[in-house]
C-alpha cells in the first residue's frame, strides 16, 4: 500500500506530540505543577535507546560495546551490522523495541522522581525556573560527553522496525507503532483523570490545604505525578529516536520538547484530555501546511515562511492568554457517578417516600442543579 510521505509525516509529528503534551497535562493540567522541564526526561528516553539497547546487542555479538561504540568510526559499523542481525529475527526486533521502552520508562520515571525534591520545596516561578535549568542539564552532558551518545557527532540508533523492510515499509511499520502507543498514551490519562487518583490530584491542585485536611499526602501525589508524566514523555523521546534512526543531542530543544507542547496544551485546554487531542491536531495540520505552501506563503507574506511557525506559537499563546484563557474545550467536573447512574438513585429513593426520601431528593436535585451550572460554565470551578 503506497502511503504518501506527507502523511507519514503529520501521523509521527502528531504521535510525538500526543504522548509529550499529553505526558505533560498530567503534570500540569492535573496537579498543577509549573513542569517547564519536560526535555529532561524526552531526552532521557532518546540517550536510553541510543546508548543502552545497542550496546547490549554488540557485546552479545562480539563487537565493541564500551566506548568505542558511540565514536563515529566505529558507531556505523557496528549499528549497520546490528540491523542487519535484527532484520532476520522479528522475535529479536519485537523484544529490543518493548525492552527499550520498558527501560525508557523505567529511567524516566526514575528521573522524574529525582525532579519531586526540589518540588517539595520551591513553589511557582521558583520551581518552573528549576526544572527548567533541569531539562538542559541532560543535553549539555550528551552534547559533551562523546562516550555516552556520541557528543556533538551524535550517534546511529538500532533499528527494531527493519524486519517488516526498509523504504516506505519500514516507515509505515514505524509510524503505525508510535500512533498506536500515542492513543495508548491518551486513552491511559482518560482513565487516570476518571479514576480516584485523578480526582484527588484535581482536589490538591485546586488547594492543598483542602486536601491535606482530608488526609491526602500532597507530597507523595507530587512524586507521583512526576514518575508517571517522566515514564511517558521518556517513551516518547525512545520512540522518536528509534524512528529517526539516529541520536544528536543539539536537535533536542525546549522550544520542540517543552514550549510547543505548552502551546498544544493551552491551545486545546489545560487539564482536558480531548481538549490536548485537538490542540495537537490543530498545531499539527497548520504546521504541515506552513511547510507545504511556504513557497506561495513567502510571496504574500512577504517575510521567510520558517519565521511564522515560530511567530505562531507566540501569537497563539497572546491569543489563547488574552481571549480563551480556559482553551479551546475548557476541563469539565468528572463525575464519580455518571448523570444517568443519580437520576436512578434519585428515582429509587423517590419510591420510598418517607421524610429522609424527600430530603435525599432535595440534596440530589441541589447537586444536578450546581452540577448544570458548572457544565455551562466550567471555568467556575470555585462552585
Excluded at 509529550?20 to 532518546?46: C, Y
Excluded at 519565521?307 to 499563546?317: K, N, P, R
Aim: glycine fraction near 10%.
Amino acid at each position: 500500500m503506497e502511503v504518501p510521505p506527507i502523511l507519514l509525516m503529520i501521523l509521527v509529528n502528531f504521535s510525538a506530540a500526543l504522548m509529550v503534551t499529553t505526558s505533560l497535562n498530567v503534570e500540569v493540567g492535573l496537579l498543577g505543577i509549573p513542569q517547564f522541564g519536560r526535555l529532561l526526561t524526552v531526552v532521557t528516553g532518546a540517550v536510553v535507546a541510543a546508548a543502552v539497547p545497542g550496546r547490549i546487542l554488540a557485546a552479545l555479538l562480539g563487537m565493541p560495546w564500551g566506548s568505542n561504540y558511540a565514536y563515529h568510526l566505529y558507531n556505523y559499523g557496528v549499528v549497520t551490522a546490528i540491523n542487519s542481525w535484527l532484520a532476520e529475527r522479528p522475535l529479536a526486533s519485537v523484544a529490543t523495541l518493548l525492552f527499550t521502552l520498558v527501560l525508557s520508562a523505567v529511567i524516566g520515571a526514575l528521573v522524574g522522581y529525582a525532579c519531586s525534591y526540589p518540588a517539595l520545596r520551591l513553589r511557582e516561578a521558583y520551581l518552573g525556573i528549576t526544572l527548567l535549568a533541569f531539562g538542559d542539564l541532560l543535553v549539555t552532558v550528551a552534547k559533551n560527553y562523546v562516550p555516552l551518545a556520541g557528543g556533538t557527532m551524535g550517534v546511529i540508533v538500532i533499528d527494531p522496525f527493519r524486519f517488516v523492510g526498509a523504504g516506505q515499509s519500514r516507515f509505515l511499520f514505524a509510524t503505525s507503532v508510535f500512533l498506536l502507543f500515542a492513543v495508548a498514551t491518551l486513552i491511559y490519562a482518560e482513565l487516570l483523570v476518571r479514576s480516584p487518583l485523578g480526582r484527588t490530584l484535581k482536589a490538591a491542585r485546586d488547594s492543598e490545604v483542602a486536601a491535606s485536611v482530608f488526609g491526602k499526602d500532597v507530597v507523595k501525589l507530587r512524586k507521583q505525578v512526576l514518575m508517571i508524566g517522566g515514564a511517558l514523555a521518556a517513551m516518547a523521546g525512545a520512540l522518536w529516536a528509534l524512528y529517526t534512526g539516529s541520536f544528536m543531542a543539539d536537535t533536542y530543544t525546549r522550544l520542540t520538547w517543552t514550549f510547543w507542547p505548552w502551546a498544544f496544551m493551552m491551545l486545546g485546554g489545560t487539564g482536558n484530555n480531548i481538549g490536548i487531542l485537538l490542540g495537537v491536531v490543530l498545531y499539527t495540520l497548520t504546521r504541515t501546511a506552513i511547510f507545504l505552501y511556504k513557497g506561495a506563503i513567502a510571496s504574500i507574506v512577504g517575510i521567510n515562511p520558517e519565521w511564522l511557525e515560530y511567530i505562531m506559537i507566540g501569537a497563539m499563546i497572546l491569543a489563547v492568554v488574552l481571549f480563551r484563557p480556559q482553551g479551546l474545550l475548557p476541563e469539565r467536573p468528572t463525575l464519580t457517578l455518571s448523570r444517568e447512574k443519580i437520576e436512578e438513585l434519585a428515582g429509587l429513593i423517590a419510591t420510598r417516600g418517607d421524610g429522609g426520601g424527600r430530603s435525599m431528593i432535595r440534596r440530589l436535585s441541589s447537586y444536578l442543579s450546581r452540577l448544570a451550572r458548572l457544565e455551562r460554565s466550567p471555568q467556575k470551578t470555585d462552585e
